[in-house]
């Protein structure tokens, strides 16, 4: 399933709401150009719109798509994913290397097969999370919440044009 973010609260919602289920703000379509995702940190006081992420999904070129650091180390980086393999670890070799105990030194990758991007856990101790769901294997589409470790990074990919 693919998700529309609330540029106004950041929460997730099904493709086919017109309104936040959340905060009750008109949503943008997912062809739209700009995502924001708002920062959730239960620790601090009042997060407010400078602690936002906004993501141009025009930066994304076709083909590829990229993670987004939500929490964890480098918040707000991002990494494109364009090889058919990418590999994600603690080891400094993986592609995408993620610094923290949590990670397992070869955890997972990502592989992309006829325009679909797979996840797959390659047997991290700490397990690969899709949106909340500890996985072995998951295509992922558009705002999946891929959790590595103590890493949160948003999966997001540039939208078709239907012209």
Not at 124 to 150: C, H, M, P
């Amino acid at each position: 399933m693919s998700y529309v973010f609330c540029n106004q609260c950041g929460h997730r919602n099904p493709p086919v709401s017109a309104f936040c289920s959340a905060c009750g703000t008109v949503l943008d379509l997912v062809s739209d150009h700009t995502i924001t995702l708002a920062k959730t940190d239960a620790l601090q006081d009042a997060p407010g719109p400078d602690d936002d992420i906004q993501v141009s999904l025009s930066n994304i070129s076709r083909g590829t798509a990229i993670l987004v650091l939500r929490s964890g180390e480098g918040e707000g980086g991002h990494f494109v994913l364009s090889a058919s393999v990418t590999n994600i670890g603690r080891h400094a070799d993986s592609d995408i290397a993620l610094d923290d105990i949590t990670v397992s030194r070869r955890h997972c990758e990502i592989s992309i097969d006829a325009g679909r991007f797979v996840v797959r856990d390659v047997g991290s101790l700490n397990g690969t999370y899709v949106n909340q769901k500890r996985v072995d294997e998951a295509e992922l589409t558009q705002g999946d919440e891929l959790q590595i470790g103590k890493f949160h990074l948003v999966f997001l990919e540039r939208p078709v044009d239907k012209s």
